[in-house]
């Protein structure tokens, strides 16, 4: 038997996929022409799929940080912190995660998928449980499986549920981790993580929260969704990425737990793999600085945001939540879905084609995320396209809303 055989049903979904036109999970761009503009297939188009919140991907100030990096230290650190050594551009960007969230300790990862990998494998061990929301992202999901842990899934935002799963195992096991995500990727939804920190003190247990996409966008400060909610200090675990709002290529853990720096001696995802390269600190370095001196940025992409929610709503689309930089408009269908995003790529705007198993519930979404960059005019663009395309397109088969 061929080992690629297992993958059949796979195949013939993607072939489906792409006889429709361009293949969405392999979209070739061009060049890209600026924070919210690429030439994809000879057209300029307007990116509403990019998850560049702050806009910091082409900040003059992050970019020559990068540069400069780049040509002082080097293109790779060529292996682990672990084997290989700590740069001092490791230790200052995890003193400016410190000083951002105001916790004691910080860790940075090679990747946000890895920080996610490496603190929930080491935090949760062979005694005790992970009590995970259902809708959570890969990457939290493959870091429960990586520990030893056993993993008991609650009902999505459902803080009632989660009470019920942890009145059930009292007595069971040692420690209990409740992980959840702040900004839900796909559909755009926050998590009650006031209500979640209430549960956790209720049973004595630790709370792990994903501001993946969150910070830089919600709270006074951008640190995130339980900044916004008033409830940092019932966090125990932050982790995060580098590839949004800080417009690079890594991750981010930090935590006030006095020992929380045994995970450089205990997370694999850690200790085995390459540290994050010169350039990248670097340029996270200065975006965390730029978000901390630049409250006009986050004013701005919910002004961006309010303007592409009104307008989407009101030309008759469906939304999937409430207002927030992730907008993702339900379609009926996978067939109805993929050909409306072939033809806004005609259009030319680049947004997400998001279809099962990636989305919770099963649902087929065009998926937008808003960007400080965009101006009124580019937002006030992508809505007339959208609508055009729907118009052209409506029909039995392909109804948008």
């Known amino acids: ?16 996929v792409v006889s429709a036109g361009t293949d969405p999970f392999g979209q070739e761009i061009d060049e890209i022409v600026s ?19 702050l806009g910091l991907s082409f900040d003059p100030a992050c970019r020559k940080a990068a540069a400069d990096a780049a040509l002082e230290l080097g293109t790779g650190t060529t292996g682990s912190r672990i084997a290989n050594g700590t740069y001092a551009r490791h230790r200052e960007l995890e003193e400016g995660f410190k000083r951002f ?68 195992l009292e007595g069971k096991g040692e420690c209990k981790l409740i992980v959840v995500e702040g900004l839900y990727s796909m ?9 979640f920190v209430e549960v956790k ?37 932050i982790a995060g990425t580098f ?18 720096e045994l995970l450089r001696l205990t997370a694999r995802p850690y200790m085995f793999a390459a540290s994050p390269t010169p350039s990248s600190m670097a340029s996270v370095a200065e975006a965390l600085r730029q978000i901390e001196s630049r409250p006009e940025l986050r004013r701005q992409i ?43 790529i005609r259009e030319g705007v680049y947004v997400n084609l998001a279809v099962p198993p990636g989305t919770p519930g099963g649902v087929c979404l065009l998926r937008c995320s808003v960007s400080a960059a965009h101006t009124p005019g580019q937002i006030d663009e992508v809505i007339r396209r959208f609508t055009r395309v729907r118009d052209e397109i409506a029909g039995p088969a392909v109804s948008i809303a």
């Open 1 to 16: 038997m061929d080992i690629f055989s297992k993958y059949g049903a796979t195949r013939a979904r993607h072939d489906a």
């Open 35 to 53: 924070a919210t503009e690429a030439i994809i297939a000879g057209r300029r188009t307007i990116m509403v799929g990019t998850n560049n919140y």
């Open 101 to 168: 969230f105001d916790r004691k300790h910080a860790i940075v990862f090679t990747t946000g998928y890895q920080a996610n990998l490496a603190t929930l494998s080491a935090l949760a061990g062979p005694k005790d449980y992970i009590l995970s929301d259902s809708d959570n992202h890969a990457s939290i999901w493959d870091g429960c499986r990586l520990s030893q842990a056993e993993t008991v899934m609650f009902r999505h935002n459902d803080p009632d549920h989660l009470d019920k799963r942890l009145s059930r």
């Open 187 to 195: 559909l755009g939804d926050t998590a009650p993580i006031r209500e």
């Open 201 to 237: 003190e209720r049973h004595g247990a630790w709370l792990w929260v994903d501001e993946a996409h969150s910070v830089g966008v919600y709270g006074e400060n951008g640190r995130g969704v339980a900044e916004a909610q008033g409830v940092e200090e019932g966090v125990d675990f």
């Open 243 to 260: 590839s949004k709002s800080l417009a690079g290529t890594g991750g981010f853990a930090v935590s006030n737990h006095p020992d929380f």
């Open 302 to 344: 919910w002004r961006n945001a309010e303007q592409l929610y009104a307008g989407l709503r009101d030309a008759g689309f469906e939304l999937c939540s409430a207002l927030s930089p992730v907008i993702a408009v339900r379609m009926p269908d996978e067939r109805s879905v993929v050909h409306a995003w072939n033809r806004l």
